[in-house]
């Protein structure tokens, strides 16, 4: 009997940045659906993977901000305190922002045995394995391929599933978002 894949998600960046890794998130439910999907994502943007029906648990931390140079010290001390929850949880991680040293350094720190990114030079040292990165491509684009890369590694019956944009919502909000 195959193992149950558990999945970690990384977004470290803004609202719009996690919102375009859905499709990747729904592809990875198609192709591995008893896969156990987490979704990491900077304080406060937990409520938007919460509400996608593709991700089985949310988890968020204090990135730092993109925009502004981060404080490596003050990083190293998050990851110190963080990753040895995450030890032993997780198969394979995504790391879905091209230039990521600090996922990169989180789930190399935690032991994740799968580590898969853009071979950019601020993630590529913490990386198992990686696509291109094409900044004229769209960050949809480049998640589901990163997605598809997962599923090379991880194994599936389906290594082609694509989400169905039609039908398979990515977001479901709730009746207190309808209010």
Request: hydrophobic share 45%.
């Amino acid at each position: 009997e195959q193992a149950v894949p558990r999945l970690l998600l990384v977004r470290s960046e803004h609202l719009g940045d996690v919102l375009f890794t859905l499709p990747a998130a729904a592809m990875l439910r198609r192709a591995l659906p008893a896969a156990r999907i987490t979704y990491l994502v900077p304080s406060g943007l937990e409520d938007v993977p919460r509400r996608c029906p593709a991700v089985d648990e949310v988890l968020h931390l204090p990135f730092p901000p993109p925009e502004r140079p981060a404080d490596h010290s003050r990083w190293a001390a998050v990851v110190a305190r963080e990753a040895p929850p995450l030890r032993g949880r997780f198969d394979a991680a995504l790391l879905f922002r091209p230039a990521d040293p600090w996922a990169g350094a989180l789930v190399r720190a935690a032991d994740v045995p799968v580590r898969l990114g853009y071979r950019e030079p601020a993630t590529l040292p913490f990386l198992t394995d990686g696509i291109a990165h094409r900044p004229r491509a769209h960050a949809v684009d480049g998640a589901l391929e990163l997605a598809g890369l997962a599923v090379d590694r991880l194994g599936s019956a389906d290594r082609h599933a694509r989400p169905a944009a039609a039908t398979e919502p990515l977001v479901v909000p709730t009746a207190e978002d309808r209010r």
